[in-house]
C-alpha cells in the first residue's frame, strides 16, 4: 500500500521584493527574502521570523522554478525550529507569467511541491525531526502559503 498522509500545519509566509541576480547559465536567480509570517495546526502553531529566504533559480527556457527556502520557525510555546524547503515550481507558460506578474491565480493550474525538513531540540517538538514531510504551495501576489503533511 501506498503511504497516506496527514495535515500538519498552514504556513502563510509574507515574502518582501525579490533581489534579483540576474541570469546565467540558463537560469535567472532571485532571492525571495522572508519578512515574517504565521502557521497554524492542530499541534503545531506560532511564527515564522523575519530573515530566512527562497534562494530561487528558475529556468529560462520553460519557467521551472528550483525551490530552495529556509525559515526559523517559533512554536507558540517559545521553541525554535529550523526548516529547509526544498522543491519545484512548474505549469503552463501563461499561467507562469500570470504568477511573475503578480496576479492571483488558481493553485490547481500550476504545481507547487516541496519537501521540507527540520531541525528543532529534543523536547515536545522533536517529532518534527523524526518524520518525512511533503508541502503543497501556493503563490500569492506578497506571499507564500504552504501546507504541510506528514508522510504516514
Do not use: K, N
Amino acid at each position: 500500500m501506498p503511504p497516506g498522509l496527514e495535515f500538519e500545519f498552514r504556513m502563510r509566509v509574507q515574502i518582501d521584493a525579490p533581489l534579483d541576480h540576474g541570469a546565467w547559465d540558463g537560469q535567472r536567480r532571485r532571492i525571495m527574502p522572508i519578512a515574517g509570517g504565521t502557521f497554524e495546526g492542530p499541534r503545531f502553531s506560532g511564527t515564522i521570523l523575519p530573515g530566512g529566504a527562497d534562494w530561487q533559480t528558475t529556468r529560462v527556457t520553460d519557467g521551472v522554478a528550483q525551490i530552495d527556502a529556509r525559515y526559523t520557525l517559533r512554536h507558540q510555546d517559545g521553541t525554535l525550529v529550523s526548516m529547509v524547503d526544498r522543491g519545484v515550481r512548474r505549469g503552463p507558460p501563461d499561467v507562469m507569467a500570470r504568477l511573475a506578474a503578480g496576479e492571483v491565480v488558481d493553485p490547481s493550474l500550476y504545481y507547487f511541491r516541496t519537501t521540507p525538513r527540520f531541525q528543532v531540540q529534543d523536547g515536545p517538538h522533536r517529532w518534527l525531526a523524526d518524520h518525512v514531510f511533503i508541502c503543497r504551495g501556493h503563490r500569492r501576489p506578497d506571499a507564500v502559503e504552504l501546507e504541510i503533511f506528514r508522510v504516514l
